[in-house]
């Protein structure tokens, strides 16, 4: 029977609309949903690999145990009940910190991994938890933390109705936006340039983003903090400080001036490689516009400095007079609010990692220190992993030693459906049906978009029997491991669950919203809901106990101590080497799909003309990029897209077909570019990897 469903993707932030056009179990086609209020008819490749996915035939579809043998499929009752058995028995010998768990990305796009997950979590009662939030967002969870009071209060450019906007380390073209949901982007800057507006983009790339901005200027990697310092610099004493209606519950305005005083525009120019006049011209139009928003991300985050330059983004919008106003960053109200209660806040610092002495964030570590809680001995080391919907062997760096490590394990079970380069080393691995077989509602990225707007979707195809939801595994195992250890199992969550799936949960959060939305009109309207555009909410909205907000939080303004101390320090290195993201590639599992890899080979490392001339280097030739500890062999193509001193090597790549079964691994192996950075470089405020690799080395092959 054919049919026609509409739900958005889940594939990367964007949460596009999609049109799905199915007949029996097959999907015959996917379009762009034009009636969807946030995308508009936009939509990119990656949503075509939905039909990928749900034919693929390496996808797994029911537990498997590694033998001698091999992969070995065995019952849904011996996977889950091993895997409790092997767990629970693990902490009662070693103590309940000996399980370490990881969680992907992908979990955040996910209605049954953000809403049960926990209960699975807390059954386990791990310190050891780590996810991909260290390796690519925290510095801006870590500013909203202290500044706003919630951990996940995060700023979105209100992109529609902004004059001016300047973009720092981040290429929203390719990503769709990110930590602000925003499909249909080209479209949406193009407009600010055709009603008379600016889109200045800071980057040492020249992207697909900055090619159509009004303006673009090379950045020296790593040295945003000194520009955002300049900018600010500037704003205080030639513009003034003007925050509006701010004032009124902005804690710290007035002791700015002492704060940004060793870095005026001259001063920094020969860190940043940005001359002072266009410092001054950025600051000016900044203050001048009618409306203006200044937006940073991974490039900013994976930094030395990542935690501050975020901060700095936020104070730059407050001071002037850009925060919680039309055009300027503003935060969402949606209908399903996962800020509110019974949500926490988020915490910082309560324990520490046993090895590096790292605190925890939100219940997590860093991600860089997996690899020595599980190979370090002692008294809690990580002795069992888990994994859900990751493949940190591949995201977070020096992969090497984290798959070194994870041979070491007495027991590790991954939640997935792919075998890749993290799961091969899994005793068990419980694949969960995918996204198509599900409802839908996306929890994160009606949080993060640059309109109001809700969306659900009910599964489009019947689930297959001896399968299993994702959230039916979480519960599965929560259960037996709280019956084993005696712990409080969360029965509302348990139950409820269990007789109504993931719906009563959306149903819930919707009674608890700030909207008037009902979950029957949500049912009538499959295209989307729109709630309109961002609207001033402070300081109603802020999480902080005296309902302020904290422009200058300790922990930040001691930590400029360190780029003081550095600054005259700061020299060009010989070559910097920097990742970059592909449209086709948001995740390394999306490389088993043949639609996003049909084309060109896309692995390649991307030099400006003058380095390769001063390298004999001609375009096209394989070249060997190295650090100390690794290297990868890869061809050449010279572009002007790259500033002198800088190159670039795309990230998620880097698959190999020792023990895993991806379709595609032999013919895209590509390298992993996380390999090249050793792990012990991170923001020391965040715990975050910076992941821009200085003096790299490349030689002709």
Same mark, same amino acid.
């Given at each position: 029977m054919k049919q026609t469903h509409y739900r958005n993707c889940n594939l990367c932030?964007?949460?596009?609309?999609?049109?799905? $056009?199915?007949?029996? !179990?097959?999907?015959? +086609?996917?379009?762009?949903? !034009?009636?969807? @209020?946030?995308?508009?008819?936009?939509?990119?490749?990656?949503? =075509?690999?939905?039909?990928?996915?749900?034919?693929?035939?390496?996808?797994? $579809?029911?537990?498997?145990? *590694?033998? &001698?043998?091999?992969?070995?499929?065995?019952?849904? *009752?011996?996977?889950? &009940?091993?895997?409790?058995?092997?767990?629970?028995?693990?902490?009662?010998?070693y103590g309940q910190n000996a399980v370490g768990i990881y969680l992907g990305n992908p979990n955040v796009h996910n209605l049954g991994s953000m809403s049960i997950m926990p209960v699975l979590i807390k059954s386990i009662k791990t310190k050891n938890k780590f996810s991909a939030t260290s390796v690519d967002q925290l510095p801006h969870q870590f500013a909203a933390h202290f500044m706003f009071g919630h951990h996940f209060m995060i700023p979105i450019p209100d992109i529609d109705r902004t004059n001016y906007m300047l973009i720092l380390g981040a290429n929203p073209l390719v990503s769709n936006g990110s930590l602000m949901t925003v499909p249909d982007v080209r479209n949406r800057l193009n407009k600010i340039m055709n009603n008379g507006g600016k889109v200045v983009v800071i980057d040492p790339r020249k992207t697909e983003t900055a090619k159509i901005a009004s303006e673009h200027c090379f950045i020296q990697p790593g040295t945003d903090v000194y520009l955002l310092l300049s900018i600010l610099y500037q704003i205080i004493n030639v513009h003034g400080v003007s925050p509006g209606r701010l004032e009124e519950f902005t804690i710290g305005l007035d002791e700015l001036d002492s704060i940004v005083k060793p870095y005026s525009p001259e001063s920094t120019a020969h860190i940043t490689g940005i001359n002072a006049e266009n410092v001054k011209k950025i600051a000016a139009d900044l203050c001048n516009a009618e409306a203006a928003v200044c937006y940073g991300r991974i490039g900013v985050c994976t930094q030395e400095f990542g935690g501050l330059s975020h901060w700095l983004i936020n104070v730059i919008n407050i001071v002037t007079g850009n925060f919680d106003r039309e055009g300027g960053a503003m935060f969402t109200t949606p209908a399903v609010d996962i800020l509110q209660p019974p949500s926490?806040?988020?915490?910082? !610092?309560?324990?520490? +990692?046993?090895?590096?002495?790292?605190?925890? =964030?939100?219940?997590?570590?860093?991600?860089?220190?997996?690899?020595? #809680?599980?190979?370090? #001995?002692? &008294?809690? $080391?990580?002795?069992?992993?888990?994994?859900?919907?990751?493949?940190?062997?591949?995201?977070? @760096?020096?992969?090497?030693?984290? &798959?070194?490590?994870?041979?070491?394990?007495?027991?590790?079970? +991954?939640? !997935?459906?792919?075998?890749?380069?993290?799961?091969?080393?899994?005793?068990?691995?419980? @694949?969960?049906?995918?996204?198509?077989?599900? +409802?839908?509602?996306?929890?994160?990225?009606?949080?993060?978009?640059?309109?109001?707007?809700? $969306?659900?979707?009910?599964?489009? =195809?019947?689930?297959p029997d001896d399968t299993k939801f994702d959230w039916e595994i979480y519960l599965d195992l929560a259960k037996r491991i709280s019956k084993k250890r005696k712990r409080p199992l969360n029965k509302m969550m348990y139950y409820m669950s269990r007789l109504f799936g993931t719906e009563w949960i959306i149903k819930a959060g919707l009674k608890r919203g700030s909207s008037s939305l009902s979950f029957k009109a949500l049912l009538k309207n499959p295209h989307g809901v729109d709630l309109g555009p961002l609207r001033p909410s402070l300081p109603e909205r802020l999480f902080t106990s005296d309902k302020k907000i904290h422009l200058l939080p300790d922990i930040l303004v001691k930590d400029l101590t360190r780029v003081h101390e550095t600054m005259s320090e700061r020299t060009i290195s010989k070559l910097t080497l920097i990742g970059r993201r592909q449209l086709r590639?948001?995740?390394?599992?999306?490389?088993?799909?043949?639609?996003l890899m049909s084309g060109r080979d896309r692995f390649n490392v991307l030099m400006n003309k003058e380095d390769a001339e001063k390298r004999q280097i001609q375009d096209g030739q394989h070249v060997r990029v190295s650090s100390p500890d690794f290297h990868i062999d890869l061809p050449v193509k010279i572009s002007d897209e790259m500033m002198p001193g800088v190159i670039s090597i795309p990230h998620g790549w880097g698959h190999n077909s020792d023990g895993i079964q991806l379709s595609t691994a032999s013919k895209y192996p590509g390298g992993n570019l996380n390999n090249l950075a050793n792990g012990e470089k991170i923001d020391m405020l965040t715990g975050t990897a910076d992941v821009h690799i200085r003096n790299i080395e490349i030689t002709l092959l």
């Open positions: 932030e964007a949460i596009c609309g999609l049109e799905i $056009q199915t007949e029996n !179990d097959s999907i015959k +086609s996917i379009k762009a949903d !034009d009636k969807n @209020p946030l995308s508009r008819g936009h939509i990119c490749p990656k949503a =075509f690999a939905l039909k990928d996915l749900h034919e693929d035939p390496d996808r797994l $579809q029911h537990p498997v145990r *590694k033998t &001698d043998n091999g992969w070995q499929k065995i019952s849904w *009752k011996e996977a889950l &009940d091993e895997v409790a058995s092997k767990l629970c028995s693990i902490q009662e010998m926490s806040k988020g915490h910082f !610092d309560l324990w520490r +990692s046993r090895v590096k002495n790292l605190p925890e =964030f939100g219940s997590e570590f860093p991600a860089v220190t997996i690899a020595d #809680e599980i190979t370090t #001995e002692g &008294d809690g $080391q990580i002795r069992a992993m888990m994994t859900i919907a990751g493949n940190p062997v591949l995201s977070v @760096p020096n992969g090497g030693k984290l &798959d070194s490590a994870l041979k070491s394990l007495d027991f590790m079970v +991954s939640i !997935d459906f792919y075998i890749n380069e993290t799961t091969k080393h899994a005793d068990i691995i419980l @694949p969960p049906l995918h996204n198509l077989y599900s +409802s839908h509602y996306d929890l994160i990225f009606h949080v993060l978009a640059v309109r109001n707007t809700a $969306q659900y979707a009910k599964p489009i =195809f019947k689930k590639s948001n995740n390394s599992w999306m490389h088993n799909c043949a639609s």
